[in-house]
């Protein structure tokens, strides 16, 4: 009896001495470096005839000495050097009108600069293909609340937006799109405009989707 004890007592033993015991095992640790994630851009640049790949540009259009029936003539061409495709453009215009008085005549001169060529890319944005209705709805819009004549002028076209004109710049810069436009002095235009001008700001907004 008593060995049996002590047998039981010894592998009691040996049990707890091998599950007291810690086992090493293998690992192999790595780690994928080098993870960027970067916005991309959109970056539009303007081109004039006298500025090359800007931010912005001035005097696209100049003619301080306008007789009546004179035209100024101009263009901007957009080229987005950002990594992200567009969707659309929007075109703004914004006026400031300096008036000098004069005893005859103390008109708005804005209104007297008719818009006689608008064209983005491919499109004409004067086009009427059904008689005094202008195809662009962001054009003809503009000239029903303003003397709703078929024709536009810079008044009209003060605080308007030309919104999604869909031929847009190619990122990267594979591509430009040109906006061009010819104002003419109204040739019937009389004496109160002597002296007077309208500067026009035109912004151009690259947007990524349709929604904005």
């Known amino acids: 009896m008593k060995k049996i004890v ?3 007592i010894a592998i009691l033993l040996i049990i707890g001495t091998v ?10 640790t790595e780690a994928s470096l080098d993870n960027v994630f970067a916005a991309g851009t959109l970056n539009l640049k303007l081109t ?24 100024c003539v ?35 001169i804005s209104d007297s600069m008719n818009v006689t060529v608008m064209s983005y890319g491919a499109t004409d944005l004067l086009l009427q293909t059904v008689a005094g209705t202008f195809d662009n709805a962001d054009i003809e819009a503009a000239d029903v609340a303003g003397s709703n004549d078929d024709a536009i002028t810079l008044d009209e076209l003060n605080g308007v937006t030309i919104d999604n004109l869909a031929e847009v710049p190619l990122a990267n810069g594979a591509s430009v799109v040109r906006f061009d436009m010819t104002v003419q002095l109204d040739p019937a235009t009389g004496d109160g405009n002597q002296g007077d001008s309208v500067t026009t700001v035109i912004t151009f907004t690259l947007n990524q989707v349709a929604s904005q």
């Open 48 to 71: 004039d005839n006298n500025e090359t790949d800007q931010d912005g540009v001035t005097a696209s259009w100049s003619n301080t000495n306008m007789a009546p029936g004179d035209s």
């Open 19 to 28: 599950a007291g015991v810690t086992w090493a095992y293998f690992s192999d």
């Open 6 to 8: 002590g047998l039981t």
């Open 74 to 108: 101009g263009w901007v061409d957009l080229k987005n050097v950002g990594s992200l495709a567009a969707n659309h453009v929007e075109i703004s215009f914004a006026n400031t009108v300096t008036n000098v008085v004069t005893a005859s005549d103390d008109t708005d």
